[in-house]
């Protein structure tokens, strides 16, 4: 393999020929070989714009003028076009706040600029990866601000991933409206209720994750770009400062907006802290919602049975015709991540010291991991789950008429003392309740069919009049 040589502050290291990246990236590649880990492609583009709108910045005040500009323009667009993923090899566990990805993207900037100018790899003294790729910048504001963007990114597709996870539940609640089903509470026998309101209560917890997502946006809109080391605008020219910002914005075309306090802004990641602990919301929903389609589907025969999961692939390598619920437990396994990496957000966050926070590397990672964990599981929830759910009406009707949960929802017609009776004898005896009430001749099979409707468990509580004397009888 042909090198080139490098030197840097510690000395010269021989970097591969052909390499886009340098000196410090070999040096973080030697440090920190420690998880394999690479950066997320949307973090990587996020870095490009970050780094393009301070060459904005920088050309319109005539700190870098053309040709060179326009090469590094080439440069930047190849990077947030993920064109270079490959030449960004610095480990996603890092020491130093950042500073290894920060310098990885800067070397790959000014080589593949320099390419572009038909340069070769290495000559900075024509393109150069801190004093002009880098130039008015820190990584204690380049990273951060990178990290809002990517998430701010992210989180327009895990919005509409939810909301269409939301209609789906919608259109099944509507599908599901005249299917009777039991309800249960600690796992017993409860009420008769319908498979549709099952999924609307489905589809109004998604829509509050929904909501709390889509107002995460004024958490991360709020920037440090322009603080430079620790916040204070050191090294950077006033007019760069109050100009940077914008121009992320407008390349962007997100609400980005400059921290009035750059100090407390680049010290402080609470707001990470916070649209993380939105997200373990809604991975607590989706793990709810998995565990029920788990339990309603399971058996299928020996088990509740009252749904049918779409069969996806062999469940077992030695029980023939066996299939199991792999999308709702794959949901529930990215789930319990999700609540992980919240720790780690929260943790990391609190570990800041002083003017930095050293261990922002594994909050971002955690973070665009969660993101993207979010993304995919509601498109794969949706798409492979519950768009294919199938009611089993025979099932959920037959246990209606043989559970004790059906006799509740004739308290009203019957009076509490009476369904007590009949609840106590099957009890004793195993015969089914309807079978009670028609041999005591309370009421006619008919009678038990009309009330045991959709429309009497789908409408809030019972009309007085429809209920007979036995309707005022205490219940308490």
């Not at 759910?389 to 246990?399: H, K, S, Y």
Request: hydrophobic share 40%.
């Amino acid at each position: 393999m042909n090198y080139r040589v490098e030197k840097d502050l510690i000395g010269e290291r021989n970097v591969p020929a052909d390499a886009l990246y340098g000196i410090h990236t070999v040096r973080a590649m030697e440090n920190f070989s420690v998880s394999g880990l690479r950066l997320d492609p949307v973090f990587i583009k996020s870095m490009g714009l970050v780094k393009k709108a301070c060459l904005f910045a920088n050309s319109e005040l005539g700190y870098i003028r053309e040709p060179k500009s326009s090469f590094i323009f080439q440069a930047l667009d190849d990077l947030i076009a993920n064109k270079l993923d490959s030449h960004i090899v610095a480990d996603a566990l890092q020491g130093g706040a950042g500073t290894s990805t920060n310098m990885n993207v800067n070397e790959v900037i000014a080589n593949r600029a320099l390419e572009i100018a038909g340069r070769q790899k290495g000559d900075y003294e024509f393109i150069h990866p801190l004093r002009d790729i880098n130039m008015h910048q820190s990584t204690n504001d380049v990273y951060p601000t990178a990290m809002k963007v990517a998430a701010m990114i992210l989180l327009n597709e895990a919005e509409y991933a939810i909301a269409e996870l939301q209609n789906q539940l919608q259109l099944k609640e509507k599908e599901f409206s005249h299917v009777i089903k039991v309800s249960r509470t600690e796992l017993q026998d409860a009420v008769p209720t319908t498979l549709g309101r099952l999924f609307s209560a489905y589809s109004d917890a998604v829509s509050r994750d929904r909501w709390r997502i889509f107002k995460c946006r004024e958490r991360l809109r709020v920037i440090n770009l322009g603080g430079t080391m620790i916040g204070t605008g050191i090294s950077a020219p006033r007019d760069y400062i109050f100009m940077v910002a914008d121009k992320l914005r407008d390349i962007t075309g997100l609400n980005l907006s400059r921290a009035e306090n750059l100090i407390d802004a680049t010290q402080n990641h609470d707001a990470f802290v916070e649209v993380s602990g939105i997200m373990k919301a809604y991975a607590a929903t989706i793990r709810k919602i998995a565990t029920d389609l788990r339990i309603l589907s399971c058996g299928p025969k020996t088990g509740m049975g009252e749904i049918v999961l779409q069969p996806l692939q062999a469940g077992s390598s030695i029980m023939p015709g066996k299939v199991n619920p792999v999308i709702p437990e794959m949901i529930e396994q990215c789930a319990v991540k999700i609540f992980a990496n919240d720790f780690i957000i929260a943790e990391t966050a609190s570990r800041g010291e002083l003017e930095l926070n050293a261990f922002l590397p594994l909050m971002c990672h955690a973070l665009m991991e969660s993101f993207n964990l979010i993304i995919k599981t509601a498109k794969i929830f949706n798409e492979k789950c519950i768009q294919t759910i199938q009611a089993n009406e025979d099932v959920c009707r037959l246990n209606v008429i043989n559970s004790f949960g059906m006799l509740t929802g004739l308290v009203p017609k019957l009076g509490y003392e009476t369904v007590q009776n009949i609840a106590s004898h099957c009890a004793k005896t195993g015969e089914a309740p309807v079978d009670v009430i028609v041999k005591r001749d309370i009421m006619t099979r008919d009678e038990i069919q009309r009330y045991l409707t959709p429309e009497n468990f789908n409408k809030l509580g019972f009309n007085p009049d429809e209920t007979g004397d036995a309707g005022n009888v205490d219940n308490t």
